[in-house]
């Protein structure tokens, strides 16, 4: 079973950047698609990013697309980074994953990643 760790949150100021980390157990680079999601206090759970095996494709949720980039190392890493940051981007973040490339529907849907970090807090001041 995959354990995953994220870290690299924090409290920023509106405008400012954040580089999460989320390391696993095992190598994943080639065999797991990775996403980032996000959880703000009494909201849903929301998608924010997914990288699939060996990088080879990206895809990034509207609410973060033209400021964030995720990327993956050859081993067991992703990243997300995100620039111009806002208040309404403080969330709980959670590094996901699921073995296998994901088809287009499914790399956005929490409910298709089976291994899940703790979750890294991200709190942006206006």
């Known amino acids: 079973q995959v354990q995953l760790v994220e870290s690299g949150g924090g409290l920023v100021q509106a405008g400012g950047s954040l580089r999460l980390s989320c390391q696993a157990s095992e190598r994943t680079s080639s065999d797991y698609t990775m996403g980032w999601f996000r959880q703000a206090p009494g909201r849903e759970t929301e998608f924010v990013a997914a990288?699939?095996?060996?990088?080879?494709?990206t895809y990034t949720a509207d609410s973060v697309k033209g400021r964030s980039g995720i990327s993956r190392d050859y081993v067991n890493s992703v990243f997300l980074e995100i620039d111009s940051l806002r208040p309404e981007d403080t969330a709980v973040y959670y590094c996901?994953?699921?073995?296998?490339?994901?088809?287009?529907?499914?790399?956005?849907?929490?409910?298709?990643?089976?291994?899940w970090g703790q979750g890294t807090q991200v709190s942006v001041s206006s």
């Open positions: 990288i699939s095996p060996f990088g080879r494709d």
């Open positions: 996901a994953a699921r073995a296998g490339p994901a088809d287009y529907a499914d790399y956005s849907t929490s409910g298709e990643y089976p291994y």
